[in-house]
């Protein structure tokens, strides 16, 4: 069976749970993979290719994205999201709403981003999320990304969500980091939800039940 399926992965699991899922559920015995790894904090589109479709798996990643997130601010985390050990935490006060904004809109355009100690990005071989679980910390190299749309959705300190446009190689738990040492206090990625890959939305997206309970062929 060739073909893309757009999943909705939920929080909780890794993007290869969801392949794993799906090739026992199926009993799928042919090539599988997805087009773009997400977090297992976040949740949203998730692409998976199979099949033949496996050899395009890579034009995805190319294509921008879209988030909702959430940063808390006060909070350091060693891995820069909520699931991380928390490493230093602020009072978040005398922060305005008109700074909140001026700081937000200042990440619009291309910007310089280093990427988290834990990701998947890879060093001699081997994912740096492997050498943090034995204790190495490796400093990611900072990349260009483009930020081409950041839009503050709440306010309600000391969270804020907010939406954004980016494009590949972005860190979403990075910018949540950035914006909270630009505000003074810290900050880490509360929550994630990717609702766009390239023509993907999350609106046409199917949940891992529904695709068990209606068939893989559907979608």
Do not use: W
């Not at 509360?190 to 023509?199: E, H, M």
């Amino acid at each position: 069976m060739d073909g893309i399926i757009n999943i909705y992965k939920p929080r909780g699991i890794t993007s290869y749970d969801v392949i794993r899922i799906i090739k026992k559920e199926f009993n799928f015995k042919d090539k599988i993979g997805h087009g773009g790894t997400l977090d297992p904090i976040g949740e949203g589109v998730l692409i998976i290719c199979l099949g033949n479709m496996t050899k395009i798996s890579n034009n995805f990643l190319n294509f921008d994205k879209e988030y909702i997130a959430e940063v808390l601010l006060g909070v350091k985390t060693d891995t820069d999201d909520i699931e991380g050990k928390i490493i230093e935490e602020k009072k978040v006060e005398n922060i305005d709403e008109n700074k909140i904004i001026e700081v937000f809109k200042s990440f619009e355009g291309e910007i310089e981003q280093v990427p988290p100690f834990v990701s998947a990005i890879k060093y001699k071989g081997k994912p740096l999320y492997k050498y943090y679980r034995k204790g190495i910390k490796i400093q990611p190299p900072p990349r260009k990304v483009i930020i081409k749309k950041i839009e503050i959705l709440k306010i309600a300190l000391p969270y804020i969500e907010f939406k954004v446009l980016c494009s590949k190689g972005t860190y979403i738990r990075s910018l949540c980091r950035d914006i909270g040492e630009k505000l003074g206090c810290g900050g880490t990625q509360n929550k994630l939800i990717r609702t766009k890959v390239g023509p993907f939305r999350i609106e046409n997206s199917v949940k891992i039940e529904k695709l068990k309970n209606e068939g893989i062929e559907k979608y």
